[in-house]
């Protein structure tokens, strides 16, 4: 989370249409990319993005590759529309995503985009392309027209060779080719923006009734994820294609097929993590076991291809990167989230997670769900609550407004607070905002969400928000990949003991590497492991 200086207009709430055809974007927290203004809709809604919890039950290619891509679409080349489109929509996304990572890891990423980018047919300019690592936490990855592909850091982590990372940007430069975009843009504009918290969090916490539906608008805003929806067939196809593309540039085309495997295992530690066990979430209720689409992917690829990997290559080239939270986007530890930069740090009920975004920070339980975010004070606290409560509708819909104002202090810090009571056909929900003046026109605010009389479950987080000191901002520090060499004597227990986390070595090394309990260590292995 970055001080979003216009966070309190982002609160807008959006009518979503039916839901599209069951498409998934790669994101490892949910269904959706990431979110973005409104005001880039127009921009964005031709985004392409490698879904993962799509697979048609019994779906399983036949054919050999060659003759599945006798079907392929037929490509046009880079319009120059398409690339005023994707120049315009360019800055925005790196805002939303936290910026693009420099240096010589984006420099590799950039290569090896531009050199499956080519293979589609698009351009034969590699000139064409801009490819971007991305300074984002989420398991993601996208394209937009215009030649412009991207893919997060965290995604980038997870793979463990070039071809894993040339599969992901073919399958979504694959989006763009196929334009699959104009055919979903209908569907995609009835969805509207989302975000992750009402796609993952109010199937999951509030159930598919009205009380989730308006979830779903209350926390439309301040996550990292896109909604445009994609058809299963057009994800195989994107699959497809993407192996296609490493084929003509001389990868292992089953490459996808193993970072579709890993992302699908990372799911599912995450949902283990979270408390929701380790099975497809709630929320992808109606996507069957991914499984089905890495089978599919690798018979597509075909059981004997061979190909290039670069596997120590890639993982001497990615060493190094900033693994989960950027401190200076704030960390979240558990149930604790601290923010070095901005000198503030507050602690969720127990029993909920945290997901923390550009600009905002998500919170979810079984009893309720939360956003934290700030805004400029222009005026006094009572006037900033009910700004954010007039931004919880849009024009022509009944205002939702607190039934009184409270103030209070918290931590030496000046807050106030005001409660909603919303009546819907499936019950009424308190809505609570309670906001904080931290001085020099600087505001914060929690924005919950909890059926009617349960919103004192907030009660401690809400009491828990404190300014930091100096040495407390100091003391935090990122994670980093660190790839290390086997030695001998080295074992998945005496590797995993190293990862910098209190919870779960084993497993987060296993799915990190993409490796099984019972697969052998060898000296002089890369492998890749997460420091402080």
């Given amino acids: 989370m970055k001080r979003n200086k216009a966070a309190i207009a982002s609160?807008?709430?959006?009518?979503?249409?039916?839901?599209?055809?069951?498409?998934?974007?790669?994101?490892?927290?949910?269904?959706?990319?990431?979110?973005?203004?409104?005001?880039?809709?127009?921009?964005?809604?031709?985004?392409?993005?490698?879904?993962?919890?799509?697979?048609?039950?019994?779906?399983?290619?036949?054919?050999?590759?060659?003759?599945?891509?006798?079907?392929?679409?037929?490509?046009?080349?880079?319009?120059?529309t398409d690339k005023a489109e994707g120049a315009k929509a360019h800055p925005e996304l790196l805002s939303e995503f936290g910026g693009a990572v420099t240096g010589a890891q984006a420099s590799y990423v950039e290569q090896v985009g531009k050199k499956i980018a080519v293979q589609s047919g698009l351009s034969n300019a590699t000139g064409d392309f801009t490819v971007t690592l991305l300074n984002s936490p989420v398991n993601n990855a996208?394209?937009?027209?215009?030649?412009?592909?991207?893919?997060?850091?965290?995604?980038?982590?997870?793979?463990?060779?070039?071809?894993?990372?040339?599969g992901v940007l073919g399958h979504e430069v694959g989006h763009v080719?196929?334009?699959?975009?104009?055919?979903?843009?209908?569907?995609?504009?009835?969805?509207?923006?989302?975000?992750?918290?009402?796609?993952?969090?109010?199937?999951?916490?509030?159930?598919?009734?009205?009380?989730g539906q308006f979830g779903q608008k209350?926390?439309?805003?301040?996550?990292?994820?896109?909604?445009?929806?994609?058809?299963?067939?057009?994800?195989?196809?994107?699959?497809q294609l993407g192996i296609t593309y490493l084929k003509r540039a001389g990868y292992d085309p089953r490459a996808m097929s193993t970072v579709l495997e890993s992302?699908?295992?990372?799911?599912?530690?995450?949902?283990?993590?979270?408390?929701?066990?380790?099975?497809?979430?709630?929320?992808?209720?109606?996507?069957?076991?991914?499984?089905?689409?890495?089978?599919?992917?690798?018979?597509?690829?075909?059981?004997?291809s061979t190909g290039a990997t670069n596997r120590d290559a890639f993982l001497t080239r990615i060493d190094g990167l900033v693994y989960g939270d950027d401190p200076k986007q704030g960390i979240v530890e558990g149930r604790k989230f601290t923010h070095p930069v901005l000198r503030f740090a507050f602690d969720a009920p127990d029993g909920f997670f945290m997901v923390n975004g550009t600009s905002a920070v998500s919170i979810s339980g079984s009893s309720g769900k939360a956003q934290f975010s700030g805004g400029k004070l222009n005026g006094s606290l009572d006037?900033?609550?009910?700004?954010?409560?007039?931004?919880?509708?849009?024009?022509?819909?009944?205002?939702?407004?607190?039934?009184?104002?409270?103030?209070?202090?918290?931590?030496?810090?000046?807050?106030?607070?005001?409660?909603?009571?919303?009546?819907?056909?499936s019950g009424t929900i308190d809505v609570v905002v309670f906001a904080y003046d931290f001085g020099n026109g600087q505001a914060y605010h929690f924005m919950t969400l909890a059926q009617a009389g349960g919103a004192e479950v907030f009660t401690p987080m809400f009491r828990s928000l404190r300014r930091i000191s100096a040495a407390d901002a100091g003391s935090v520090r990122p994670r980093l990949l660190d790839v290390v060499t086997v030695k001998a004597g080295d074992t998945v227990q005496s590797l995993a003991a190293k990862m910098a986390y209190s919870d779960a070595k084993v497993d987060r090394f296993l799915v990190l590497n993409g490796l099984q309990a019972n697969s052998p260590l060898m000296p002089g292995q890369k492998v890749k492991i997460v420091t402080y």
Avoid: C
């Fill in 11 to 80: 609160f807008s709430i959006s009518e979503p249409g039916p839901r599209a055809d069951a498409g998934d974007n790669f994101t490892g927290k949910g269904t959706d990319m990431a979110n973005t203004p409104k005001r880039a809709l127009r921009t964005t809604t031709a985004m392409g993005a490698l879904g993962l919890l799509v697979a048609m039950p019994g779906l399983v290619a036949t054919a050999p590759l060659e003759a599945q891509s006798a079907k392929a679409p037929k490509v046009y080349a880079i319009s120059p």
């Fill in 142 to 166: 996208f394209a937009i027209p215009g030649g412009y592909v991207y893919v997060t850091r965290q995604l980038t982590a997870l793979m463990n060779n070039e071809a894993e990372l040339a």
């Fill in 177 to 211: 080719a196929a334009r699959h975009s104009a055919q979903r843009q209908k569907a995609a504009q009835r969805n509207q923006i989302i975000g992750v918290l009402g796609s993952i969090l109010s199937g999951a916490v509030l159930g598919d009734n009205a009380f």
């Fill in 218 to 239: 209350l926390f439309s805003q301040g996550s990292q994820l896109l909604t445009l929806k994609f058809s299963r067939s057009q994800e195989l196809q994107a699959d």
């Fill in 263 to 304: 992302l699908a295992r990372q799911n599912a530690l995450e949902a283990q993590l979270s408390g929701g066990g380790n099975q497809t979430p709630e929320w992808a209720s109606t996507h069957p076991d991914p499984a089905s689409r890495v089978r599919t992917a690798l018979t597509y690829a075909g059981n004997g």
């Fill in 383 to 425: 006037s900033y609550i009910n700004t954010v409560f007039g931004t919880l509708t849009e024009s022509g819909q009944a205002r939702i407004t607190p039934s009184s104002i409270e103030k209070t202090t918290v931590n030496g810090i000046p807050a106030a607070y005001g409660v909603a009571r919303v009546q819907n056909s």
